[in-house]
């Protein structure tokens, strides 16, 4: 008997010490294969990385974010990379790290866990999801893009053109479903998990502004010129108070970044001024 409850307790011990953290980077808008180069890219993936005890447990996540967050190729994809690397990686603590749109598409399977049966055990895994410029009340942006304006074309290498992730994003569209489909907005249930939002408040695009040129000079300029029909506190895509609209506040940009540079929608995805070392650093705390 006593054998018996000694292997037992080594079994639990081995079980436990095989569980571990891990970490899933979402991506925002756009029909992803390759999101590690194309999107975050080499320096970013490698300073998140660093947080963890085990490099092999990121998942950099592939899926069509070009549709609505719910149709089967955004959250239904999203779902099954999560719950494949869950079992594959023993992961019992996950972080969910996501940009922009991806925040919306996390917050959809949070706020509807019968929807789904993959939900719940990922939903029961995760220790925060870190939203990094969420378009949690969607963008004006997104609205002109719909109409068929200049901004298709000027945005089309960050946002996309007429998808439906895009018709999603217009700030009538999700203002209601804030207020029908998702929680965590004001006047709604909480999220389930804690839900942080880190954000960008301005666009550096000066020629003269070394700034300017980290994530790509000709994507600062872009985002200052459609920052022009934002609300003077945006990153060029969202106004802050989109960001700010799900979950908590978890930083402003100038508040962490390295000499309080501000970070514009495309530097929130890149390894620039610090951003990545914030992001291990978290992680370390578990």
């Known amino acids: 008997m006593q054998r018996f409850l000694l292997m037992l307790a080594l079994s639990v011990v081995a079980g436990v010490a095989q569980a571990a953290t891990g970490v899933a980077l979402v991506h925002g808008t756009g029909n992803q294969t390759d999101a590690a180069t194309n999107y975050w890219q080499a320096d970013m993936i490698a300073g998140v990385s660093s947080g963890l005890s085990d490099s092999n447990n990121l998942l950099v996540v592939n899926c069509d974010f070009t549709q609505y967050m719910w149709d089967n190729r955004a959250a239904g994809c999203l779902a099954q990379q999560l719950t494949d690397f869950i079992s594959a990686r023993n992961i019992d603590k996950l972080i969910v790290i996501t940009h922009s749109n991806g925040g919306n598409v996390m917050r959809w399977i949070?706020?509807?866990?019968?929807?789904?049966?993959?939900?719940?055990?990922i939903i029961s895994r995760i220790v925060r999801v870190d939203a990094i410029a969420p378009s949690s009340a969607g963008t004006p942006l997104a609205d002109a893009v719909i109409n068929g304006n200049i901004f298709e074309s000027a945005l089309g290498w960050l946002l996309g053109y007429q998808n439906d992730a895009v018709r999603q994003q217009q700030t009538?569209?999700?203002?209601?479903?804030?207020?029908?489909?998702?929680?965590?907005?004001?006047?709604?249930?909480?999220?389930?998990?804690?839900?942080?939002?880190?954000?960008?408040?301005?666009?550096?695009?000066?020629?003269w502004n070394s700034d300017a040129y980290c994530g790509g000079y000709a994507q600062s300029v872009g985002l200052a010129i459609t920052q022009n029909w934002l609300d003077s506190c945006s990153d060029g895509f969202?106004?802050?108070?989109?960001?700010?609209?799900?979950g908590s506040v978890w930083f402003k940009d100038t508040q962490v970044t390295d000499h309080g540079a501000v970070l514009n929608h495309n530097q929130s995805r890149r390894a620039c001024f610090g951003l990545q070392t914030i992001l291990s650093n978290d992680i370390k705390k578990g």
């Open 110 to 121: 949070l706020s509807n866990p019968t929807y789904d049966a993959r939900y719940p055990n």
């Open 172 to 207: 009538g569209w999700m203002a209601t479903y804030n207020q029908q489909n998702l929680l965590g907005t004001a006047g709604r249930p909480a999220l389930p998990t804690p839900f942080r939002d880190a954000y960008g408040s301005d666009v550096a695009a000066a020629v």
């Open 238 to 246: 969202i106004n802050c108070t989109s960001a700010q609209a799900a």
